[in-house]
């Protein structure tokens, strides 16, 4: 019997699609080879587009909803448990390690999840002014986060890549390269935890190509840099995000109150008291 | 009959002794600049020449950074309780001082005695003693393992608050643990100079706070060199834009507080006659020299024509004039540039078409000044609608519906502050919400406190200074 292979595609706005430019790279592993969709530009515009729509719907959505829909995130990739155990262990690592990295996801998304209707209660607070007002700083998520995973092939690195972003929030297009067949694999439970379209996007292919397409891209919010860039690079995203005054992480914290607080906007609201 | 004949009520200069010239503070002590090259400081309500102030080249920023680098080492040796008393104590020096302060503030920088006496000067010594009581409780501040100080930061601070803007930046760096190399504006560096004094004054240990005057070379070379850890700057978005290109790739910290083009909304329900208060309190204050000015003002249609009536009626009721005078409203406009620059701004709105109302009112004949002006039948692609004039100009839009106000208003790039007049406590929490904006302003405008976080959304920066939030501009937190 002729065995069935699947074909890997982007995700993007809760639908699997080919790269519009018809290319692909190759993945090796396990001695197997996977041709993965190379992102094209185009291919950026409409995960942005979508993300923005995406950032909309996730907005709407209530904290106590959000928390439910990330921890059903959890309960689809137990569920899928060994296909993840599998691909790990095709690229090398022991079974104990895959294993461990398995359920340290699953650990993660569900802090995250139990986060999701509780940090605004950790990080706005009401202010002492002098004089007769009520003034509340809370916070907003800043918008469209693009997140660049690292090689590395770990799911739990690929999760603390974007969830500290979509707790607060804000909708994700995240891009891998090396990583990129776990995350295509991720993006199929993504589709079955009822995340609205959109608020997820995941991508596959080479950053270095889309570098500046993307860090000058006026509709992304903010970049989220994991993989370990040269200094070069780094320093042509950060010239480029100037011209937008975007907001650039390198290697934020992926643990705890910090990771959330990048992709948060403080706003303080006014309002006098009287009779 | 009552002679109702306006007399002026002069607020006497005597309090404070101007120096002919004046030098940089750097490692606490008084010294030359090295490049031996001065700026005359213009009092911009006369034209008269006040004194001299440092141009300060690469080298005098090379010593400052050296000195704060030494003084970092001393702050960091103390401890935090010690911190909190230095700050404590500059802050009642600053109330002691305070009339001193204020009527230099006007002076030099032509804001109305009334503003910088009574608004200015008491916000500067708040700030100081709302972070000196930080200083030694920042592990209570954040759920973050590690807050670290940067190191030695640099600061550079625009013209319209000059001393204000100082206390904004000193005052939280200084209680999280940093020390400062901090740059005031060319046309208005005078209070920052008798601040150093006032350091001085207070025993603070040498090299924690370091005052270097000049121009946008001098800033230049404070953000380009690479002893400094971080940088907090106060300005405009396109310097601001230039600044984060300058540090790409440099792992210095980085806090913006640029443009705005702030969205006063005004809804039929607002209670008007407060409305039209709040709106010229939005736009005239400190001259409109303000980056969270509301300068966009959004009427829904049903009462343009009632509002723009009543908002004449009370514009032409405002006093232009001497800065020092305790009637004045309005003072001086900055400096010539920035006359300029609001004149060929007004200029290009009414050939663009817009309906121009200025009042009527005497100006004096030396100085710079600007007639407090209202744009109405005004198209969003206007520049006047878009670009912030930073002076006495209103420009008006309208709106139908709620949702076509919050489009207007977000439909900038800049998102610093907006504000919302209207008497319906639900239709205030959902524009709020909706407005993205680091300040809103609900049935009131221009409000400030040490405790309140400010700082912008988009173009307008990012970064917050003030409150607990603040204190996040100058630690590098980790979990």
């Known amino acids: 019997m002729i065995e069935v292979k699947k074909t890997y595609k982007n995700y993007v706005d809760g639908k699997y699609v080919r790269s519009e430019s018809g290319k692909t790279y190759t993945i090796t592993l396990g001695g197997e080879h996977f041709e993965l969709p190379l992102t094209s530009r185009k291919d950026i515009r409409d995960a942005v587009v979508s993300s923005k729509s995406g950032y909309k719907k996730w907005l709407s959505t209530s904290p106590y909803t959000r928390t439910q829909i990330l921890y059903r995130l959890s309960e689809m990739l137990e569920g899928n448990k060994e296909s993840y155990i599998n691909i790990l262990k095709n690229n090398g690592i022991s079974k104990r390690n895959a294993e461990k990295d398995f359920n340290n996801s699953i650990e993660k998304i569900i802090w995250f999840a139990g986060l999701a209707d509780k940090w605004e209660q950790l990080v706005g607070n009401l202010n002492p002014v002098s004089g007769e007002y009520f003034n509340i700083s809370h916070q907003n998520p800043i918008g469209v986060v693009f997140s660049l995973n690292k090689d590395e092939l770990s799911l739990n690195q690929l999760i603390s890549s974007i969830l500290p972003a979509l707790t607060v929030g804000c909708s994700v297009i995240s891009l891998s390269n090396n990583s990129g067949l776990l995350a295509l694999k991720f993006a199929e439970d993504i589709n079955n935890s009822d995340l609205p379209a959109g608020t997820l996007n995941i991508l596959s292919g080479n950053f270095g190509k889309l570098i500046d397409d993307i860090s000058k891209h006026v509709e992304i919010n903010l970049l989220a840099i994991h993989k370990e860039l040269t200094f070069e690079n780094i320093k042509k995203i950060e010239e480029n995000a100037s011209t937008s005054v975007k907001r650039v992480k390198i290697y934020p914290s992926t643990e705890g109150i910090s990771s959330i607080l990048p992709y948060l906007e403080t706003k303080t609201v006014w309002h006098p008291k009287g009779t | ?479």
């Open chain 2, 1 to 479: 009959m009552v002679n109702w004949q306006y007399s002026e009520s002069i607020e006497s200069s005597e309090i404070v002794k101007i120096k002919k010239k004046y030098t940089n503070y750097i490692g606490g002590k008084f010294v030359e600049p090295s490049s031996k090259k001065y700026l005359n400081t213009v009092s911009p309500s006369t034209e008269e020449i006040l004194s001299k102030v440092p141009l300060s080249n690469q080298k005098d920023i090379d010593n400052a950074v050296i000195a704060a680098r030494s003084g970092f080492e001393k702050w960091s040796s103390i401890t935090p309780y010690e911190r909190s008393q230095y700050l404590f104590k500059i802050a009642r020096l600053i109330q002691e001082r305070s009339r001193e302060f204020a009527v230099l503030e006007s002076l030099d920088g032509g804001k109305p005695i009334k503003e910088s006496r009574d608004f200015d000067l008491p916000q500067v010594a708040a700030n100081f003693f709302y972070f000196a009581g930080w200083a030694d409780k920042l592990d209570l501040s954040w759920s973050a393992k590690e807050l670290k100080p940067y190191g030695v930061v640099g600061q550079i601070i625009p013209w319209n608050f000059p001393l204000l803007m100082l206390a904004w930046k000193v005052a939280p760096a200084l209680a999280t643990g940093n020390t400062v190399v901090l740059k005031p504006a060319e046309t208005t560096s005078l209070t920052a100079l008798h601040f150093a004094e006032l350091c001085h004054d207070a025993g603070l240990p040498a090299g924690v706070v370091n005052i270097v005057s000049g121009n946008g070379s001098t800033g230049a070379s404070i953000v380009n060199h690479k002893d400094i850890n971080k940088i907090a700057f106060t300005g405009s978005t396109q310097v601001g834009k230039l600044i984060q290109k300058s540090l790409a790739g440099r792992e210095v910290g980085l806090t913006l507080e640029l443009g705005g083009k702030a969205a006063n909304i005004v809804y039929e329900d607002a209670a008007i006659d407060q409305a039209v208060e709040g709106v010229v309190n939005g736009i005239f204050f400190n001259q409109g020299h303000v980056c969270c000015a509301g300068s966009r003002l959004l009427l829904q249609e049903s009462i343009h024509d009632q509002f723009i009536k009543k908002l004449e009626k009370r514009m032409q009721t405002l006093r232009v004039g001497n800065p020092l005078d305790k009637n004045t409203d309005i003072g001086a406009i900055n400096s010539k540039e920035q006359l300029e620059k609001i004149t060929s701004l007004v200029n290009e709105g009414v050939s663009d078409g817009g309906e121009l109302f200025q009042i009527e009112c005497e100006l004096p004949g030396n100085g710079f000044w600007f007639r407090p002006s209202l744009f109405t039948n005004v198209q969003p692609s206007y520049s006047i609608a878009r670009e912030e004039i930073f002076g006495p100009v209103l420009t008006t839009l309208t709106f139908r519906t709620p949702e076509e106000a919050i489009e207007i208003a977000n439909n900038t790039e800049y998102g610093l502050s907006a504000g919302v007049w209207t008497e319906k406590g639900s239709k205030i929490l959902w524009t709020a919400d909706r407005l993205e904006a680091g300040v809103v302003w609900a049935n009131t405008f221009n409000k400030f406190d040490p405790s309140s976080p400010f700082g912008g959304y988009k173009e307008s920066g990012f970064g917050r200074e003030g409150g607990r939030h603040g204190l996040l501009s100058y630690l590098k937190a980790s979990s």
